[in-house]
């Protein structure tokens, strides 16, 4: 069978895609080269759902955070099922040098569409965060950001795309990729060969390796960034309301403290350049700096121990903004760099997409489904909390972040 679609990847960008075709009315099918989904770069974020307050809005990516407000709203997580609390930010000022930088945060985040920020003094901070550091001299708040659960938000998205017909093909590596007669496409895999229309490059950690695989030259490198997490267990919850941000650099977003959905508290992410594109590694060392980092954010921590680590590739490029094209000759659509904000702005990555494939490539969808309401599914969980069974269908944990809040202990 010749599918409408064929997306290549299944982390959180390739899940909203093809939830969305589908919903559309394309036939469609996702290759994913791991055993499961949100396994690469989707399985070490921070669970973060961003405005898009410190982004270019001139940028893909600053248009695109501001289209995902209208998208991904209370209802939208509600009626998926999925956790969410739009907890708000405080962006920290701990120096008097990065205290005359915010009236420019806020000033620039404005430009955004975000007029609820603002800037707070210090006695308005510690009435908001009574357990913050005494050192912090004045913030930013940020109302609309917020925390999801980072797992189960794209298997329920997938899961729904397969209730309305679509396939998802695990364990399949693409291991090339060649034009038919008719051009279409037919993709080898790992795991047998699938032909398709139109194919979706939406590969994360190894976006410019199947462009080149396509016969293409990649417009794009990726350059893996590793960040690594600390995390706290539920005891530490009361301590923190917010998520607590540092002004962000032209290369990184800087570490964050932040609560979590299920109420555990994380310090995190780091910023390291490395070579490695699927295995990303913790070293005790680095943990320590983020404890001690942690600690120095929220003092009360120093009575608190860790309950575990992890750590996450980002696929970073050089231009620090998403690369979302189609090509109409030959019938490929990239959607590469798509590096931290890649939850946030996931559900307005799959609208444009979805115009790209009718106005620009000019497809038509082979049926017309009604999109059947995900709430209806039934969920079971194993006793462990490790995996998912919905509508009898099993999906395994792969987020840490997910891992551990759903953990049986009150205490974890």
């Known amino acids: 069978m010749q599918y409408d679609v064929a997306v290549i990847g299944g982390g959180v960008v390739g899940c909203s895609l093809l939830h969305e075709l589908t919903r559309r ?7 994913e080269r791991k055993e499961h989904l949100v396994a690469g770069a989707s399985a070490g974020n921070s669970g973060h759902a961003h405005s898009g307050f410190d982004t270019d809005p001139a940028s893909f990516e600053g248009r695109l955070l501001t289209k995902a407000r209208t998208l991904a709203t209370d209802h939208f997580y509600e009626s998926l099922g999925v956790p969410y609390k739009k907890v708000g930010a405080l962006l920290v000022a701990w ?26 003094t210090q006695s308005q901070l510690r009435y908001l965060e009574p357990n913050l550091s005494h050192n912090a001299l004045g913030a930013v708040i ?70 080149e695989m396509a016969g293409g030259t990649s417009s794009f490198s990726i350059l893996p960034r590793q960040g690594q997490y600390a995390v706290y267990g539920r005891e530490a919850a009361p301590l923190l309301r917010h998520i607590i941000l540092p002004l962000p650099t032209a290369r990184t977003k800087g570490v964050t403290v932040f609560p979590t959905v299920y109420g555990n508290v994380v310090v995190g992410p780091t910023a390291e350049d490395v070579d490695e594109r699927d295995n990303p590694t913790v070293d005790g060392a680095t943990i320590d700096r983020l404890v001690s980092y942690a600690i120095g954010v929220l003092p009360a921590l120093r009575d608190h121990k860790i309950i575990g680590t992890y750590a996450g590739l980002r696929p970073a490029t050089a231009s620090q903004d998403y690369h979302i094209y189609g090509n109409v000759h030959r019938q490929w659509i990239t959607v590469g760099g798509i590096r931290s904000t890649g939850l946030s702005a996931s559900q307005a990555i799959a609208r444009h997409v979805g115009s790209i494939l009718s106005t620009d490539l000019k497809l038509s969808p082979s049926h017309c489904p009604l999109d059947r309401d995900i709430g209806g599914a039934t969920k079971t969980w194993s006793t462990d909390c490790t995996e998912l069974a919905l509508d009898g269908a099993g999906y395994k944990v792969t987020h840490p972040l997910t891992a551990f809040g759903l953990r049986k202990c009150s205490k974890l």
């Not at 009315?25 to 290759?31: A, M």
């Not at 005359?100 to 975000?114: A, I, N, Y």
């Not at 037919?186 to 410019?208: F, H, M, P, R, W």
């Open 95 to 120: 120096d008097t040098e990065q205290l005359k930088k915010l009236p420019e945060v806020v000033r620039k985040s404005h430009l955004t569409g975000l007029g609820g920020v603002r800037q707070i």
């Open 142 to 211: 940020i109302p609309d950001e917020a925390l999801v659960d980072p797992w189960l938000l794209p298997v329920m998205l997938v899961h729904n795309a397969q209730r309305n017909g679509a396939k998802v093909n695990l364990s399949s590596e693409v291991t090339s990729c060649r034009r038919l007669a008719d051009g279409g496409w037919l993709l080898t895999t790992s795991n047998g060969q699938v032909e398709a229309k139109v194919v979706i490059n939406a590969a994360g950690l190894y976006g410019d390796k199947v462009e």
């Open 25 to 31: 009315g394309y036939r469609c099918v996702l290759l």
